[in-house]
C-alpha cells in the first residue's frame, strides 16, 4: 500500500487498508508512507514542526508510540517539510519510529523480501542544498526549516547506488509533470503553471538520482494530487536543466500547511485494485512509473495498492538492511559534517575504490542483508502525551541520544556523529 501525506491519520489509512483486504481478497504486506508522517510523541514535539499554529495537532501517532495501539502491517516511512524534526533527527540513519514504522532516515535503503526501497527525506530548497547538517536544539526559525531540506551531502550518497526497485520522496524529480497528462494536471492544479514553465515544481538532484538508479517505481507526496507519469530512460528529450547554484527568487511553501479541514465534494473515489510490476534485473529499469498522491483526507486519491513479485519468498516476509548502503555509509561518514561547512565527497575514482572496500569489510563482518530487527529495536526516548497539558506554551523539546542510531554506528563501526 502507497499513501502520500500522511499528516498524522494514521487510524484512517490502516482502517482504510483493512476495508480493502476485506473488499477485494487480497493481503497488503507493506505500507509505504511519502512524507508529512508528523510522528509526535509529546507536546514538546509540537515545537520543533514548521506549520501555523493553528495546525499544531498531536495526531494519532502518540498511540503507536507508547503501545496503546500497534501498527497492523510494517511501515516505511520518509519524511517531508510538517515533521517532528527532532524526532527524525533522532534516527538520521534509520530506525523504528514506533513498533512496526521504520523510517528511513535523512537518506537510506532497505530491503523487502530482496524488493531493494530506497528513499530521502525532505524537500529541495537551492540555498541550503550545499550546507551540512548543522542544526541543533532548540531551533530557531530558520533552522526549524533548514533541518528537513534535502543536502547535497546525502543525495551525493544515494547517487552512489546500483539501480534499486522503489525510491520514495515526499517533492516530485524535476519535470516529472511533463511525462504524464501534463494538461490535465494544469487544469486541475492551475498554480503550477509557472513553477512547471521554469522548471521549479520538482526538485533538481532526485531527477539526477532517478536517471543513476533507475527504479520501476518512484511515489511521492507533497503536492496533494494524484499523478501518474512514465519517465522512459532511453528517451533523448533535451530540457532546459534548472541550475541549482542559480539565485533565484525562492516562493517558499514551508509556511503553508496543508488545510485539515473536509476537502470539497467530489466524485467517491472507486477502490484501488492491484496491478502488476516486474521487478526489473539490474541495471535498472528501462521506464520508471511515477505515482503521486493525495493527503490523507475523505474522497481524496491518498492510496494505492500495488502487487510487486519479489525476489524472495519468504514468509513472514524478510526486512533487511541493504548490504550496498551499509558500505556507501560507512565509506561517507568521515565527510558528515555537522556544520554548515560541507565538502563534497571526493571524484569518482578514489570513492568508488573506498566504498568497494567497505562493501567488502560489511560482507566479512555482518553478512549479506542482515536482518534489521537483529540490530535496531524500537525503545521510548522521550515520554508520551501529557495529559495535564495546557495549550498556552508547548514545552521545550530535549536531546536524546536514540540507542537505535547508536546500535547502528557500532554495527558499521562509525563514530556517532548524529549526537
Same mark, same amino acid.
Not at 532516515?105 to 525532505?122: E, K, T
Not at 536524546?400 to 563514530?415: D, K, R, S, W
Given at each position: 500500500a502507497v499513501e502520500g501525506c500522511c499528516h498524522g491519520h494514521l487510524d484512517d489509512i490502516y482502517?482504510?487498508?483493512?476495508? +480493502?483486504?476485506?473488499? =477485494?481478497? @487480497?493481503? &497488503?504486506?507493506?505500507? +509505504?508512507?511519502?512524507?508529512?508522517?508528523q510522528a509526535m510523541r509529546t507536546e514538546a514535539d509540537l515545537s520543533c514542526m514548521a506549520v501555523p499554529r493553528k495546525y499544531l495537532a498531536m495526531g494519532d501517532f502518540p498511540k503507536y508510540y507508547t503501545g496503546e495501539k500497534v501498527a497492523p502491517i510494517l511501515t516505511i516511512i520518509i519524511g517531508g517539510n510538517h515533521e517532528a524534526s527532532n524526532y527524525m533527527w533522532e534516527l538520521y540513519h534509520g530506525g523504528f519510529l514506533a513498533p512496526n514504522m521504520y523510517y528511513l532516515?535523512?537518506?537510506? &535503503? &532497505?530491503?523487502? =523480501?530482496?524488493?531493494?526501497?530506497?528513499?530521502?527525506?525532505?524537500i529541495y530548497k537551492f540555498h541550503d542544498y550545499k550546507i551540512g547538517h548543522y542544526e541543533?536544539?532548540? @531551533?530557531?526559525?530558520?533552522?526549524?526549516?533548514s533541518i @528537513?531540506?534535502?543536502r547535497q551531502y546525502d543525495v551525493q550518497r544515494i547517487l552512489q547506488l546500483s539501480p534499486v526497485d522503489i525510491c520514495l520522496s515526499h517533492d516530485w524529480p524535476q519535470y516529472m509533470e511533463r511525462h504524464g497528462n501534463y494538461n490535465a494536471l494544469m487544469r486541475r492544479k492551475p498554480?503550477?503553471?509557472?513553477?512547471?514553465? %521554469?522548471?521549479?515544481?520538482?526538485?533538481?538532484?532526485?531527477l539526477e538520482v532517478l536517471k543513476k538508479v533507475r527504479p520501476s517505481w518512484w511515489f511521492s507526496g507533497h503536492m496533494h494530487v494524484k499523478y501518474e507519469a512514465t519517465f522512459k530512460h532511453d528517451d533523448q528529450v533535451v530540457v532546459k536543466e534548472a541550475n541549482p547554484d542559480e539565485i533565484q527568487i525562492d516562493f517558499d511553501d514551508d509556511d503553508e500547511a496543508p488545510p485539515q479541514e473536509q476537502s470539497e465534494p467530489g466524485p467517491e473515489v472507486s477502490p484501488p485494485q492491484p496491478s502488476s510490476s516486474a521487478i526489473p534485473s539490474r541495471p535498472g529499469a528501462s521506464e520508471t512509473k511515477f505515482l503521486a498522491l493525495d493527503k490523507c483526507l475523505p474522497k481524496k486519491?491518498?492510496?494505492?495498492?500495488?502487487?510487486?513479485?519479489?525476489? +524472495?519468498?519468504?514468509?513472514?516476509?524478510?526486512?533487511?538492511?541493504?548490504?550496498?548502503?551499509?558500505?556507501?555509509?560507512?565509506a561517507t561518514n568521515q565527510y558528515f559534517s555537522r556544520t554548515k561547512r560541507q565538502q563534497s565527497l571526493p571524484a569518482d575514482n578514489v570513492l568508488r575504490p573506498l566504498i568497494e572496500e =567497505?562493501?567488502?569489510?560489511?560482507?566479512?563482518?555482518?553478512?549479506?542483508?542482515?536482518?534489521?530487527?537483529?540490530?535496531?529495536?524500537?525503545?521510548? %526516548?522521550?515520554?508520551?502525551?501529557d495529559p495535564a497539558f495546557q495549550d498556552d506554551r508547548l514545552p521545550q523539546p530535549i536531546s @536524546?541520544?536514540?540507542?537505535?542510531?547508536?546500535?547502528?554506528?557500532?554495527?558499521?563501526?562509525?563514530?556517532n556523529n548524529v549526537n
Open positions: 482502517d482504510r487498508i483493512e476495508q +480493502l483486504e476485506r473488499q =477485494n481478497g @487480497y493481503q &497488503v504486506d507493506l505500507v +509505504l508512507i511519502c512524507g508529512d508522517f532516515g535523512a537518506a537510506g &535503503v &532497505v530491503q523487502f =523480501n530482496g524488493i531493494r526501497i530506497a528513499g530521502l527525506s525532505g541543533t536544539l532548540p @531551533y530557531d526559525q530558520g533552522s526549524m526549516r @528537513y531540506h534535502v498554480h503550477f503553471r509557472s513553477d512547471a514553465e %521554469t522548471g521549479r515544481l520538482g526538485s533538481p538532484p532526485l486519491d491518498y492510496l494505492e495498492i500495488i502487487d510487486f513479485p519479489a525476489p +524472495l519468498n519468504n514468509d513472514p516476509p524478510k526486512f533487511t538492511f541493504d548490504t550496498e548502503w551499509l558500505g556507501i555509509v560507512r =567497505n562493501i567488502r569489510w560489511v560482507k566479512d563482518n555482518i553478512g549479506d542483508d542482515k536482518d534489521i530487527a537483529e540490530v535496531q529495536a524500537f525503545s521510548m %526516548t522521550s515520554p508520551g502525551p @536524546y541520544t536514540n540507542p537505535q542510531t547508536v546500535a547502528f554506528c557500532e554495527m558499521l563501526g562509525i563514530p
